[in-house]
């Protein structure tokens, strides 16, 4: 992430339990890789209960605590200055500590 970044840490984690933002941080090199989980295109992520005799969900808890945003609704862009936007799936772990070891050959670690 670059010194332009206009959201602010506080900002980005805000509501983190509900959208699945995230930082991940190495205290080694001091570098911080932000993480949203964009919700699948198409589909939507919805929580609730299951009803047994009916097998509908009941008691839908709307688009709070899904753990993923609309990919409109993501703060990781451009405009707000991040300049190294990765996408992919699987595990974002794994990518982010792929993307670190990487970076440390790169640079001396």
């Known amino acids: 992430m670059n010194e332009n970044v206009k959201v602010t840490k506080k900002e980005f ?8 933002r995230e930082v991940v941080y190495f205290p080694e090199t ?8 964009i919700e699948p295109r198409g589909y939507n ?15 839908t808890y709307g688009a709070k605590h899904n753990g993923a945003i ?19 799936e699987g595990s974002a772990y794994w990518k982010i500590q792929k993307m670190h070891n990487e970076w440390k050959l790169e640079n001396g670690y």
Request: proline share 0%.
């Open 70 to 88: 609309k990919a409109n609704e993501s703060l990781i862009t451009k405009e707000n200055g991040f300049d190294n936007i990765v996408e992919g």
């Open 13 to 20: 984690l805000t509501n983190r339990d509900e959208n699945g």
């Open 45 to 59: 992520v919805t929580w609730g209960d299951v009803d047994v005799v009916t097998k509908k969900l009941t008691g």
């Open 30 to 37: 001091g570098k911080e890789y932000y993480v949203e989980y």
